[in-house]
């Protein structure tokens, strides 16, 4: 059974530090691009991250560029996403997925064949 399961959401304050992972299981992890997803209240889902099979190639939004830092550890079948200075902007649900295609210009928008439910992550004071 395929599944891609997100931790490390919570309540930060402004200007904190969250690191999201996102444990893969049913499929062969070492195959696939994983990219991160958030979706803030009242707004549409918008890719933020996204990690090549191998790990050698990253992209950002512009939005967390600086701040966001992703990385994969493929013996433990897990991406992470270290998140620093965190804004209240950077409120949302922050979902993982995972597809073999990976499109360096169009990841963001592309089709992805597996979902994880998603953590939330509240920048508040």
């Known amino acids: 059974q395929v599944q891609l399961v997100e931790s490390g959401g919570g309540l930060v304050q402004p200007g904190g530090s969250l690191r999201l992972s996102c444990v893969a299981s049913?499929?062969?992890?070492?195959?696939?691009?994983i990219v991160w997803f958030r979706q803030a209240p009242g707004k549409e889902r918008e890719g933020i991250s996204c990690i090549s099979n191998r790990g050698s190639i990253t992209d950002y939004a512009d939005s967390v560029k600086d701040r966001f830092t992703i990385s994969r550890d493929n013996a433990k079948n897990t991406v992470y996403l270290q998140m620093n200075n965190l804004k209240p902007e950077d409120t949302g649900v922050y979902y993982c997925?995972?597809?073999?295609?990976?499109?360096?210009?169009?990841?963001?928008?592309?089709?992805?064949?597996?979902w994880g439910q998603g953590t939330r992550v509240t920048v508040s004071s």
């Open positions: 049913g499929f062969r992890f070492d195959y696939y691009t």
């Open positions: 997925a995972a597809d073999q295609l990976f499109s360096p210009e169009n990841w963001a928008t592309q089709e992805y064949d597996y």
